[in-house]
């Protein structure tokens, strides 16, 4: 007699001969099982049906891209990055190889990264965000001594695109930081969060992990999480900030945490103070208090040197910024005056009669 089939396992034939198998629970969906009848694999298929698991995975074709983004996700370089860039890479990746993991390597060519560049040109901070995790990933990719798996980088000559908004973020004004304060007094979390951010010069990333053990003797001490410059900034307390922290409920690890004392995660948090930017009548963000700070301190006459070490800007680029814009303005009040009508001397002196002011040879001269 035939051995019984495995239950709920179905068998199936094809008009042209082809035989499949699929599990099927009563009137449940069929999953189709695509392994080899009888192999390991198929088994293995056949129980993640029955028990509504994923199918196992099948190991990316050599050599496509979805290959590739495997390696490189397993190489130094991707441990390299920060958790943060890691995470948002990861969520790109997914999707790239949801759409177009079967494409082969040597097939990409600048125009196929154009083409997904417009494809997501209505939102470009999203396009940058798949440009900048391409762009880390090719670069790794023909590297001899990374990869090494393509001759020609298809990123070259690929542009970021402008968004609407070319200075970026908001830049908070001294008007909405005190309709802020006004709205969130001292001894709340989210006068705190606004103080730590604006007096600091941190990233919203490197302010959920600020905490007491980051101070001492008046000044901070922290790795950035990006690791700008050498990867440590040394921030002093300044008193405004000391006196926010002394009349705050803090955490144990760190100074800002949640309604339940937990640390935030700086995704959350800054939901979280945007609600809170919102509710004071503000359109700022955590990352436009940075640019206030460094606004503020370039205007008070901070050199690029004092703001490459506050702000840990690892080159002059982002610095030069903020110093000339302040020279700028210093400038332009200076120069102000200088639009007004020049006073003279001979301003208010009569015109002279015909004749007059002539040497008396010319008047001689004239009357013959």
Same mark, same amino acid.
């Given at each position: 007699?035939?051995?019984?089939?495995?239950?709920?396992?179905?068998?199936?034939?094809?008009?042209?001969?082809?035989?499949?198998?699929?599990?099927?629970?009563?009137?449940?969906?069929? #999953?189709?099982?695509?392994?080899?009848?009888?192999?390991?694999?198929?088994?293995?298929?056949?129980?993640?049906?029955?028990?509504?698991?994923?199918?196992?995975?099948?190991?990316?074709?050599?050599?496509?891209?979805?290959?590739?983004?495997?390696?490189?996700?397993?190489?130094?370089?991707?441990? *390299?990055?920060?958790?943060?860039?890691?995470?948002?890479?990861?969520? #790109?990746? =997914?999707?790239?190889?949801?759409?177009?993991?079967?494409? &082969?390597?040597?097939?990409?060519?600048?125009?196929?990264?154009?083409?997904?560049?417009?494809?997501?040109?209505?939102?470009?901070? *999203?396009?940058?965000?798949?440009?900048?995790? &391409?762009?880390?990933?090719?670069?790794?990719?023909?590297?001899?001594?990374?990869?090494?798996?393509?001759?020609?980088?298809? !990123?070259?000559?690929?542009?970021?695109?402008?968004?609407?908004?070319?200075? $970026?973020?908001?830049?908070?004004?001294?008007?909405?930081?005190?309709?802020?304060?006004?709205?969130?007094?001292?001894?709340?979390?989210?006068?705190?969060?606004?103080?730590?951010?604006?007096?600091?010069?941190?990233?919203?990333?490197?302010?959920?992990?600020? $905490?007491?053990?980051?101070?001492?003797?008046?000044? #901070?001490?922290?790795? &950035?999480? %990006?690791?700008?410059?050498?990867?440590? @900034?040394?921030?002093?307390?300044?008193? #405004?900030?000391?006196?926010?922290?002394?009349?705050?409920?803090?955490?144990?690890?760190?100074?800002?945490?949640?309604?339940?004392?937990?640390?935030? @995660? %700086?995704?959350?948090?800054?939901?979280?103070?945007?609600?809170?930017?919102?509710?004071?009548?503000?359109?700022?963000? *955590?990352?436009?208090?940075?640019?206030?700070?460094? /606004?503020?301190?370039?205007?008070?006459?901070?050199?690029?040197?004092?703001?490459?070490?506050?702000?840990?800007?690892? /080159?002059?680029? !982002?610095?030069?910024?903020?110093?000339?814009?302040?020279? =700028?303005?210093?400038?332009?009040?200076?120069?102000?005056?200088?639009?007004?009508?020049?006073?003279?001397?001979?301003?208010? @002196?009569?015109?002279?009669?015909?004749?007059?002011?002539?040497?008396?040879? @010319?008047?001689?001269?004239?009357?013959?």
């Amino acid at each position: 007699m035939p051995r019984p089939r495995p239950p709920h396992l179905q068998r199936e034939q094809t008009r042209h001969g082809t035989v499949t198998w699929y599990v099927r629970k009563g009137h449940g969906p069929r #999953i189709r099982l695509k392994a080899e009848y009888g192999s390991e694999k198929f088994w293995a298929e056949y129980r993640a049906a029955l028990e509504g698991a994923p199918k196992p995975s099948q190991a990316p074709k050599a050599h496509t891209l979805a290959w590739g983004l495997a390696r490189y996700r397993e190489s130094s370089a991707w441990s *390299a990055l920060a958790n943060a860039t890691r995470r948002q890479s990861e969520n #790109i990746y =997914r999707a790239v190889i949801k759409t177009a993991g079967d494409e &082969m390597l040597r097939d990409i060519t600048v125009e196929t990264i154009k083409a997904g560049r417009e494809r997501r040109a209505a939102a470009p901070h *999203a396009a940058n965000n798949f440009l900048k995790s &391409m762009r880390r990933f090719f670069k790794w990719a023909c590297d001899p001594e990374g990869g090494a798996l393509l001759a020609v980088n298809p !990123m070259i000559g690929v542009k970021l695109l402008r968004g609407k908004n070319k200075d $970026g973020f908001h830049t908070w004004t001294n008007a909405e930081i005190e309709r802020f304060e006004q709205r969130w007094p001292i001894g709340t979390r989210e006068r705190l969060a606004l103080d730590l951010l604006l007096y600091t010069g941190l990233s919203r990333g490197d302010v959920v992990r600020l $905490g007491r053990q980051h101070v001492a003797n008046g000044v #901070i001490t922290l790795r &950035m999480e %990006k690791g700008r410059g050498d990867g440590v @900034v040394y921030p002093p307390v300044l008193p #405004i900030l000391a006196a926010t922290i002394a009349a705050s409920k803090m955490g144990d690890l760190t100074f800002l945490v949640t309604e339940r004392g937990t640390p935030f @995660v %700086k995704e959350s948090f800054g939901n979280w103070f945007r609600a809170a930017c919102r509710e004071a009548g503000c359109p700022g963000s *955590a990352h436009g208090l940075r640019k206030a700070g460094a /606004t503020r301190a370039a205007e008070n006459g901070a050199t690029v040197n004092q703001l490459m070490a506050l702000f840990g800007w690892k /080159t002059e680029k !982002m610095a030069l910024l903020y110093t000339r814009k302040a020279d =700028r303005k210093r400038l332009a009040a200076q120069a102000a005056p200088l639009l007004l009508a020049a006073q003279t001397s001979n301003e208010k @002196v009569p015109h002279l009669g015909s004749g007059a002011g002539a040497g008396a040879d @010319v008047r001689a001269k004239s009357r013959t």
